[in-house]
Each structure stands twice: as C-alpha cells, then as structure tokens.
C-alpha cells in the first residue's frame, strides 16, 4: 500500500510539473497513506493503471496512470464525485488509460446513486478541456459563470479563529 502510495506521490508532483505549479505539492507518500487508508473515513479514493506483467515503462515503472476522487453533496441534487486528478505517464497517453479511468469513476457514481460528477481544469488546459467536453462535461464557468474560491491554510486558520470579520 506505502509503495503505491509512492508511485502516487511521484505521479501526483509530475502532474504538478505539467500544471506548472510544482511548488504547490506539499503532500508525502506517508501523508497520502494516512488519508486514504490508515482511516476508517478515507479522505479520498484512488484507482491506478498497472501495466500488466513482465512489461514497464522507460524508466522502469509499472504504475503508469492514478485517478483520485472523492464523494460530495450538492444541497440542489444530492450525492456527487468529485474527481481531483487523473493523470497518465506521457509516454502512456493516447491508449485510453484516462478515459478508462474516468469511466470506471463515471461507473461508481451511478453505482452510488450521484447525480454529477465534477472536476476542474487548468483554463490553458486545452487537452484536458477536450478530452472531458469529448465524453459529454459541460463547462460550467462558461454556462453558469461559476468562480472557484479557496481558503488557504492562513485564511482558513483566521476564519476559524473568528479573525476574519471585515
């Protein structure tokens, strides 16, 4: 489990690398361990590709592809995912890994009775914007005009301190 946990981690910085916010990974192997399954309450669920037996990537991998996601609740429909990644190795793109992923999750929120499944994507992101309006996502900031907000860990420790009243 730690060892995959690992692969996870080094996929998750690659991503980050790709995003060009590598300095925003602040999370260990040891801390996704933790959360996902050193609880009974997972914080997240992951699925990952493995290529099969005997056969590795260029630099020795047999993990080449994770998908993170996690449940939440819409007051307006109900139950919901979310899914926070899905990323294939560069030289395992084009195979339909991701896709696979992503309707292995598509196949667990309808077996969990959700009524969306949402993410977000980088807007220079022209790739992922494609492949997802591909399999039928809309894009909400364009139809509903919806923002994204974020408490960072500062603000958030204010807030819950009452600090942040103006």
Known sequence: MLACCGHCSVSVKELAEYEKLPEQVQLDAEGLRED?????????????AELTSGHK????HTLVAYAMYYFTYSTWLGRSIYV????VMPECRAKGIGHGLLQKIAKIAVEQKCKYLQLVVLDWN???????IRRGCTDLTTKEGWSLF???LDALNKLAEGDNRN
């Open 36 to 48: 996902g399954f050193g609880t009974t309450n997972p914080f997240y669920k992951c699925l990952v």
């Open 57 to 60: 990537t260029k630099e020795g």
């Open 84 to 87: 926070e990644d899905i990323y």
């Open 126 to 132: 022209k790739l992922a914007t494609e492949f997802y």
């Open 150 to 152: 974020r408490f960072e």
